[in-house]
């Protein structure tokens, strides 16, 4: 059984950064893709990154470009997202999600998802 776990939320001031991590287990991370979404309360679901299965091919929300970071360790089956220069707005509960080999702009096509991590901006 698929399962994704995402881990390294928490509060951070604004301007501060964050490591997110997204560990896989019950499957190999190596053919499949991995999208970040995040949602805040009273807010609809966005994306925020995802990764190729081969790590060539990465893609990010306007919003988080140029802040964000993401990449894969396929040894260590996870992903993770490296978040610089957070802002306030970048509050949500992050969500890692998997889908086979490429990525994709719409959430229905990922089938794995994890539970959540709370990322929380604020002074």
């Known amino acids: 059984q698929l399962q994704l776990v995402e881990s390294g939320g928490g509060l951070v001031q604004p301007g501060g950064s964050l490591r997110l991590s997204c560990a896989a287990s019950?499957?190999?991370?190596?053919?499949?893709?991995i999208g970040w979404f995040r949602q805040a309360p009273g807010k609809e679901r966005e994306g925020v990154s995802c990764?190729?299965?081969?790590?060539?091919?990465?893609n990010y929300a306007y919003s988080v470009k140029g802040r964000f970071t993401i990449s894969r360790d396929n040894a260590k089956n996870t992903v993770y997202l490296e978040m610089n220069s957070l802002k306030p707005e970048d509050s949500a509960v992050y969500y890692c999600?998997?889908?086979?080999?490429?990525?994709?702009?719409?959430?229905?096509?990922?089938?794995?998802w994890g539970r959540g991590t709370q990322v929380t901006v604020s002074s």
């Open positions: 999600a998997a889908r086979y080999d490429y990525c994709s702009d719409y959430d229905t096509m990922f089938g794995s």
């Open positions: 019950g499957f190999t991370l190596d053919y499949y893709a």
């Open positions: 990764i190729s299965s081969g790590g060539g091919s990465t």
